[in-house]
């Protein structure tokens, strides 16, 4: 009787919950899972404050103090779900929001639109690494690390992208008095969008007086045909935060990293040793010809040696960085081997200083444009890049891939200090003895940096074609920026672009 009994419970639990019996049972929800479905409403609601800053710093606007606003309270989103999740906050956590906090700014003080899309991406790459060195111990992590892990991370938030729906309907199916009460705060929130959006848009239209203020604070946001939009960026916004997080609290991973074995340091060694040979040798010439100028190629003038070959000796100093990096993680240590890296790492020094070098004899004969400054500045990237590299190589345990990440930060946040198109315009008006239409229409067309520059330039030395005038072109211009600037909103307040209009103003009123 009692086997039967038996018997007959193992039937019932095979058709309960079969999956198990085969060992297939679900997997077990993380401890983050369980706090996003224990505070499902809190979790909802701080996506939808993400959402309201996603829209504030992205609708119709490419900088302005309204992305900064926004940047911040994005932050203080992140450190609402770190605190909810109980997790300690750790010190170094500085580094991340300083950096954040910086490259808002940064936006703010230059007018480039090719500056403003590396500073955003730098952002999203830092709020990302920002909640991965929270969650885990990243401290050891290589370059590769961290590329498999954003990629885990990407897949986990793919696969979220209907949990938004499915937890909402889970929530819905608990009788709770949170739940309940959750629901209300969602209706509201639901019903208040569209009545702001509409009475907003009636009172705008009733009152001018009422018009310009709110045009002036949040420019045309409640304008009627804006209404689709606004709401597609806040859904855009809300979907991406909420799955993110869901993506981040499924993805589970390892602290302990397998010691991978490398390979034989005899092979780096043999094709190492032959390419320092030949580095030795190019960078003895370059010391004597290009750096010394003693002698010359026949049929050759110093500025014409000097402004050969730049793109090839950049590439090669491009490669150089890259094999030293694989060497140094993939090869056991030698002290032979660390030696040869240090000696290419050298060269590759040399060969980065040639190569500026010949960047800035070019640049004395035909002045600068965006491009050089940006070489340039990747050119001193490189060098302080290669130190970090040399110290790699000492000590294995240094983790250069921080070091590299941060370097460009710095340089990111330098350039946009230095602002390259008024850099270019101070230079060439400085150095030409004469602007032709073709190099005044260059420097126009550089970004609103520029202005304040071109505000000092001499219209004498203006060369024009076909009788045009110079003072009218440039009254021209400057009246363009005057009204451009004017209609700026307050959301779109832009230091850069102040400073501009302040520079056009000036102009005006010295020219009348």
């Known amino acids: 009787m009692l086997e039967e009994k038996t018997d007959l419970e193992k039937e019932k639990q095979e058709l309960k919950n079969p999956l198990e019996i085969k060992g297939e049972s679900k997997k077990e929800l993380t401890i983050y899972q369980k706090k996003i479905n224990e505070n499902y409403f809190y979790f909802l609601m701080l996506s939808v404050c993400f959402a309201v800053c996603y829209v504030l710093g992205t609708y119709k606007i490419e900088s302005g103090v309204g992305v900064f606003v926004a940047t911040v309270g994005e932050l203080i989103c992140f450190w609402l779900l770190i605190k909810k999740w109980e997790i300690t906050i750790k010190k170094d956590m500085v580094f991340y929001i300083g950096m954040i906090i910086m490259l808002s700014i940064a936006m703010l003080w230059t007018d480039q639109y090719f500056l403003h899309f590396l500073q955003k991406r730098a952002i999203l790459l830092l709020f990302v690494m920002m909640m991965l060195h929270q969650l885990y111990e990243n401290r050891k992590w290589s370059l590769k690390d961290y590329v498999y892990n954003m990629f885990v991370l990407l897949v986990d938030s793919i696969a979220s992208l209907f949990q938004p729906v499915e937890q909402f309907i889970e929530q819905l199916q608990k009788k709770t008095a949170e739940m309940k009460k959750g629901i209300y705060v969602i209706l509201g929130v639901a019903i208040a969008i569209p009545l702001v959006l509409v009475i907003v848009a009636m009172l705008i239209s009733a009152d001018a007086v009422f018009k310009n203020m709110v045009m002036k604070l949040v420019g045309n946001l409640f304008l009627p045909q804006n209404a689709f939009l606004i709401l597609f960026l806040f859904f855009i916004g809300f979907w991406i935060f909420y799955c993110f997080v869901a993506g981040l609290a499924k993805m589970e991973i390892k602290e302990e990293q397998k010691n991978k074995k490398k390979v034989e340091p005899v092979i780096a060694i043999t094709f190492t040793s032959i390419l320092l040979i030949i580095y030795v040798l190019f960078c003895m010439i370059q010391i004597l010809y290009l750096f010394a100028g003693n002698y010359l190629p026949e049929g050759y003038t110093y500025s014409s040696y000097a402004r050969r070959g730049f793109f090839e000796l950049l590439f090669v100093s491009v490669i150089n960085f890259l094999m030293i990096v694989i060497c140094n993680i993939n090869f056991q240590r030698s002290k032979w081997l660390d030696g040869i890296l240090i000696g290419v790492s050298i060269c590759n020094m040399i060969l980065i200083a040639s190569s500026?070098?010949?960047?800035?004899?070019?640049?004395?004969?035909?002045?600068?444009?965006?491009?050089?400054?940006?070489?340039?500045?990747?050119?001193?990237?490189?060098?302080?890049?290669?130190?970090?590299?040399?110290?790699?190589?000492?000590?294995?345990?240094?983790?250069?891939?921080?070091?590299?990440?941060?370097?460009?930060?710095?340089?990111?946040?330098?350039?946009?200090?230095?602002?390259?198109?008024?850099?270019?315009?101070?230079?060439?008006?400085?150095?030409?003895?004469?602007?032709?239409?073709?190099?005044?229409?260059?420097?126009?067309?550089?970004?609103?940096?520029?202005?304040?520059?071109?505000?000092?330039?001499?219209?004498?030395?203006?060369?024009?074609?076909?009788?045009?005038?110079?003072?009218?072109?440039?009254?021209?211009?400057?009246?363009?920026?005057?009204?451009?600037?004017?209609?700026?909103?307050?959301?779109?307040?832009?230091?850069?672009?102040?400073?501009?209009?302040?520079?056009?103003?000036?102009?005006?009123?010295?020219?009348?």
């Open 356 to 512: 500026a070098y010949r960047m800035m004899l070019y640049i004395e004969a035909y002045h600068l444009t965006t491009m050089r400054v940006l070489v340039l500045c990747f050119l001193a990237a490189l060098t302080v890049s290669m130190i970090g590299v040399v110290y790699s190589v000492l000590k294995k345990e240094y983790c250069l891939f921080r070091y590299i990440f941060t370097v460009g930060l710095v340089f990111l946040i330098g350039l946009s200090v230095i602002k390259p198109h008024a850099l270019i315009v101070r230079y060439n008006l400085n150095h030409m003895q004469w602007y032709s239409m073709k190099d005044l229409k260059y420097m126009m067309n550089l970004s609103l940096d520029a202005a304040p520059e071109l505000a000092k330039i001499d219209v004498d030395k203006i060369v024009t074609e076909d009788n045009e005038n110079a003072e009218h072109i440039m009254k021209e211009y400057f009246l363009e920026i005057k009204e451009k600037c004017e209609k700026r909103q307050i959301r779109a307040y832009h230091i850069g672009v102040k400073q501009a209009e302040n520079a056009a103003k000036e102009y005006l009123k010295n020219i009348e």
